[in-house]
């Protein structure tokens, strides 16, 4: 019998200063810095999930700590990740987004019912917030 997965604790995507990057999901989206390094910062999203910003290039060898080593890894490329918004509070981040320079590159309506907001960070990640009703699962 195969082993059940409890579910996604950690996302990761590559900054280019990881400084820059903290302090634009802290002022944009409300994450909090969990300490980090030049190297990398885990940001803590809603005290239940991580999303680490590694830094472009800083972790290509292995990282060896106190009890174990942790696998190279690298990745380059505008990649995508969702974080979840309340169905009512739509309008509130498009005026947020606007407040805070971040222009909506796009609004997507689904045919579950929810509702998607598109916009980059400062390394051109495509940052997606959703309302419940984009998946059969969510």
Not at 63 to 85: K, N
Request: net charge negative; charged share 25%; glycine share 12%.
């Amino acid at each position: 019998m195969r082993p059940t997965v409890g579910g996604i604790i950690e996302t990761a995507i590559y900054v280019a200063d990881t400084d820059v990057s903290a302090e634009f999901y802290e002022r944009v989206l409300g994450l909090r810095r969990m300490g980090g390094s030049e190297r990398l910062v885990p940001m803590s999203v809603s005290e239940r999930h991580v999303l680490l910003l590694f830094r472009k290039g800083g972790s290509r060898k292995s990282t060896v700590i106190e009890g174990g080593v942790i696998p190279p890894t690298d990745a380059d490329g505008q990649i995508h990740f969702a974080l979840g918004i309340d169905v009512g509070s739509m309008s509130h981040w498009r005026e947020w987004l606007s407040k805070q320079g971040v222009p909506v590159e796009s609004e997507v309506s689904w045919e579950r019912g929810g509702c998607s907001l598109y916009f980059r960070d400062p390394d051109g990640h495509n940052v997606e917030l959703a309302t419940p009703g984009i998946w059969e699962i969510y």
